[in-house]
T-cell receptor
């Protein structure tokens, strides 16, 4: 159980285009989803936290107009990187938490974004 | 602000040897997690430590938690090449919507 999927797993796009990444909890309902970014040889950095039906909470330094997050249902959250630039190239990982006492996060397989 | 420090950041060891990775954190926390990450992959959950004195073991890995010292250890026994990966500890705080703060990671290389 507790499987989280991400789509696509890898995407290459031109500078200036927008890219949408989907995160789905396959066998549980996620009250909270988290989006992380990981640059090569670095740790995971939390970008934003989203709760179903409400606006995402962004971490300091993350541009909310550039990284649009929509948590449309209890099993789906999307991250849209708008007007992507080469510096946005990174590994994006989502996680989903079912709520309850322990609310452990379950991580998706990640999406490798390359902006040319 | 919660800070999580791991050491060492790089660890090269021979097969068959033992070693310990340390994870210190700065604020009282509810839970501590250990993850493994292989190159190009996402995180694999290894251990969830929920209380002071908690000890969990899986194969050649054993994790422990001392909440009073704000310290967790990941002990590797008789390392094998397959354990080569990056290991992260992460801590969350109740009341923060269970946001995780990660350590910088320990890149473990086990040499034959």
């Amino acid at each position: 159980g507790a499987v989280v999927s991400q789509h696509p797993s890898r995407v290459i796009c031109k500078s200036g285009t927008s890219v949408k990444i989907e995160c789905r909890s396959l066998d549980f309902q996620a009250t909270t989803m988290f989006w992380y970014r990981q640059f090569p040889k670095q740790s995971l950095m939390l970008m934003a936290t989203s709760n179903e039906g409400s606006k995402a909470t962004y971490e300091q330094g993350v541009e909310k107009d550039k990284f649009l997050i929509n948590h449309a249902s209890l099993t789906l959250s999307t991250l849209t990187v708008t007007s992507a630039h080469p510096e946005d190239s990174s590994f994006y990982i989502c996680s989903a938490a079912p709520g309850g006492r322990y609310n452990e996060q379950f991580f998706g397989p990640g999406t490798r974004l390359t902006v040319l | 602000e919660l800070k999580v420090e791991q050491n060492p950041l790089f660890l090269s060891m021979q097969e068959g040897k033992n070693y310990t990775i340390y994870c210190n954190y700065s604020t009282t926390s509810d839970r501590l997690y250990w993850y493994r990450q292989d190159p190009g992959k996402s995180l694999e959950s290894l251990f969830v430590l929920l209380s002071n004195g908690a000890v969990k073991q899986e194969g050649r890995l054993m994790a422990s938690l001392d909440t009073k010292a704000r310290l967790s250890t990941l002990h590797i026994t008789a390392a094998v090449h397959d354990l080569s990966a990056t290991y992260f500890c992460a801590v969350d705080i109740s009341g923060s919507n269970y946001k995780l703060t990660f350590g910088k990671g320990t890149l473990l290389t086990v040499n034959p």
